[in-house]
């Protein structure tokens, strides 16, 4: 096997895994029972569920006991329609189904004698009833709406029950101002549920692992345009999960549909838009500029959907600094300026700091606290050197105030694959 087919056999074999490993996760079932009037069951009704972003079918029958149930699902919007010999045809539209979700939806049909359809219309999220777990689904439409600081949306996490960020607001786990780590300039923080530990969240984008395993935060941080929902599952979850011990978010990415569909968008903070802050003696330059956009259609109708975003980001931070440096007098020995309300502090000749005949310590200042400039000592005149002078006015705490710049150019992008190959098989492949 030559070198160029020996690649291309270890890449389709990764993005086999990960479609297998993945398609896992980013799914979920819909289940329920049919009956006539009477609650007694329908066995062998047909019922047909159809994703209406893609129009992807799976067709089932129910069992003896009339109850059906279709797994692995992909997410999204769903219509079902219902129907069997001897009785009115129901469809239902409007069911959302979101990650590990497994909503019932059941089914009453009633006799015809000429062929009717009912059409009815889901007006509210099913409730779960097949599975205990504590989650909380964010769906990209909140996403898209809620004000998020930075376009973080791992801040909506905290919309959960008992989520909260970590304890340290300003520590390298919480991506504070003061952290200048990797994670922390990405905007990354980690999450607490019920007094877990920062670094114990585990997050799964599409089902791979997507953990910053040194603080417990987002390894690849999706756009907000990449995201179709994600859900923060606290308690009570399945087996397959809890590789920590703390919560587990899973990100699922979107994916194209039949209709084209796309945004554009660019964000943009300015120094000159920024109030001054009360105690500093400058405005520190800051500059933030988010932008992007986001594409999704289809290759084939039906059968292959492509997706792609991309967000640049562009961060220029002014971080003020106040220290005190030697006044220009102290530079040259005299040492006659105190701080306001203290006395003047005394400088004295270290030559006569004993007494050569007694032993006994007597100093004596030296004249107007003036270092005589032959005594100046040559090593500490070339440390004074290496101090800028005072830019600030007066004798003051901090007399010197430093602004360096804290930049940031951040390029991220993903792009995706669908293809269904039949109502049971369909493959899935994302590049971030």
């Known amino acids: 096997m030559n070198r160029i087919a020996y690649t291309l056999a270890i890449v389709s074999l990764v993005l ?16 329920g029972s049919v009956v006539d009037p009477s609650g007694a069951v329908i066995a062998k009704a047909k019922v047909q569920l159809t994703q209406t972003e ?3 079918i799976r067709d089932v029958v129910t069992d003896a006991a ?5 797994n692995l699902l992909p997410l999204g919007n769903y219509k079902i329609q219902v129907s069997a010999s001897g009785f009115k045809s129901v469809e239902e539209t409007g069911i959302l189904l979101e990650a590990q979700g497994s909503p019932e939806v059941n089914f009453t049909l009633t006799l015809a004698t000429v062929k009717s359809n009912v059409l009815v219309q889901a007006t509210a999220v099913e409730v779960q009833t097949a599975t205990s777990a504590m989650d909380q689904v964010i769906h990209s439409q909140q996403v898209a709406d809620l004000p998020l600081n930075g376009r973080n949306f791992v801040e909506l996490a905290t919309l959960a029950p008992g989520v909260s960020q970590g304890d340290q607001p300003t520590d390298f786990f919480a991506g504070g101002p003061s952290s200048s780590s990797e994670t922390s300039i990405r905007g990354t923080f980690s999450l607490s549920v019920g ?6 969240t ?3 984008y599409d089902g791979i692992d997507d ?18 929902e994600f859900n923060v599952l606290t308690s009570n979850y399945s087996a397959e999960y809890g590789t920590r011990a703390g919560p587990t978010v899973l990100l699922i990415s979107k994916s194209g549909s039949n209709a084209f569909h796309g945004t554009l968008f660019d964000f ?24 992007g956009g986001s594409v999704g259609g289809p290759i084939v109708k039906n059968k292959i959907f492509f997706f792609f975003d991309y967000q640049g980001t ?22 006659t300026e105190s701080f306001p309300g203290f006395p003047e502090v005394p400088i004295y000749d270290p030559a006569t700091t004993t007494d050569p005949t007694t032993g006994l310590q007597t100093r004596t200042q030296f004249t107007n606290n003036t270092i005589p400039p032959g005594e100046i000592n040559p090593i500490a005149q070339a440390m004074l050197s290496d101090f800028p002078p005072p830019n600030q006015p007066g004798v003051l705490s901090a007399n010197y105030i430093d602004v360096p710049k804290l930049t940031l150019r951040d390029n991220e992008f993903d792009f995706g694959l669908d293809e269904v190959f039949s109502q049971r098989d369909r493959a899935f492949a994302r590049f971030s």
């Not at 993945?22 to 819909?30: F, P």
């Open 211 to 228: 953990s910053e395993l040194t603080s417990g935060a987002i390894g690849v941080m999706p756009s907000i345009d990449a995201l179709q």
């Open 314 to 335: 562009r961060n220029v931070q002014g971080v003020p600094s106040l220290t005190q440096v030697p006044t220009l007098l102290e530079r040259q020995g005299i040492f």
């Open 268 to 291: 943009l903070r300015n120094t000159n838009l920024n109030a001054d802050q009360y105690f500093s003696p400058v405005n520190p330059e800051y500059i933030r500029n988010q932008f």
């Open 195 to 200: 007094g877990s530990r920062d670094n114990l």
């Open 202 to 204: 585990d997050w799964l």
């Open 66 to 70: 009339g109850h059906y149930v279709a």
């Open 16 to 31: 086999t895994t990960m479609c297998v490993v993945a398609h896992g996760q980013a799914t979920g079932s819909i289940s």
């Open 54 to 56: 893609t129009n992807q």
